[in-house]
């Protein structure tokens, strides 16, 4: 089977069993998603989802981030992890945004990787789920599948997957594919135990083929 094979192999499951796959996390505009976007690093969405509601209400948009007190975000935010740097993040994303974009998010990877807080893989997630662009935010999960299946070769680093699973997902569906892999990581192909029984993605799939069929 060649890659090219894989990959429509890959699509045209998701394209039947998972056509809408979208991000978990729950945002009503951009603003909102870039501050949970922000809170889910090391963080599982559903936390970050019980989370935001206060936040969002108390800094309904950047201007009023940007004149929080780090501490009043601390407090709201404490039950995620990391909150001490993720408040200060938070606070300094609202300044920034007031300051620079004039209370907008900006919607290229080269800006947002400016906001404290804010890495290649946040700006991927932002821009390909806002607009559509074809970026792959690679999180442990992707990087993880993406493997397993076969769909990167000896990939070291999730830029190197990035970069790998850009070139050969067709553009208009890279910012799906994106989420397929993140679901399908979080309930289908889990860290410790994959569900191998249950994926029907065992036909084309490497580590299925190479590990756990024989053993
Ligand atoms: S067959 Fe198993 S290892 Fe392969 S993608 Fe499915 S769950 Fe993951």
Not at 20 to 33: F, G, I, R, S
Not at 66 to 93: C, E, M, Q
Not at 175 to 185: D, M, Q, T, V
Request: charged fraction near 25%.
């Amino acid at each position: 089977m060649t890659k090219q094979q894989r990959y429509q192999f890959v699509i045209d499951y998701f394209e039947e069993h998972a056509p809408e796959a979208e991000t978990e996390l729950l945002y009503d505009n951009p603003y909102q998603l870039l501050i949970a976007v922000i809170l889910s690093a090391q963080c599982t969405d559903k936390r970050v989802n019980l989370t935001t509601p206060a936040l969002f209400r108390k800094y309904p948009n950047a201007r009023a981030l940007s004149k929080a007190d780090v501490d009043d975000v601390f407090d709201l935010i404490r039950s995620i992890s990391y909150p001490n740097n993720k408040a200060k993040h938070l606070v300094g994303t609202g300044i920034m945004l007031e300051e620079a974009f004039g209370g907008e998010v900006p919607l290229t990877v080269e800006e947002l990787v400016k906001l404290p807080g804010v890495g290649r893989k946040t700006a991927n997630v932002i821009t390909s789920v806002i607009d559509h662009q074809p970026n792959m935010a690679v999180d442990t999960h992707v990087f993880r599948v993406s493997a397993r299946i076969g769909l990167t070769t000896n990939a070291k680093t999730p830029l190197q997957a990035e970069m790998q699973l850009i070139r050969n997902f067709p553009k208009e569906l890279i910012h799906k594919a994106h989420h397929w892999l993140i679901l399908h990581g979080r309930y289908v192909c889990l860290a410790r135990s994959p569900k191998c029984t249950e994926c029907g993605l065992k036909p084309v799939c490497k580590y299925y083929q190479t590990v756990v069929s024989k053993k």
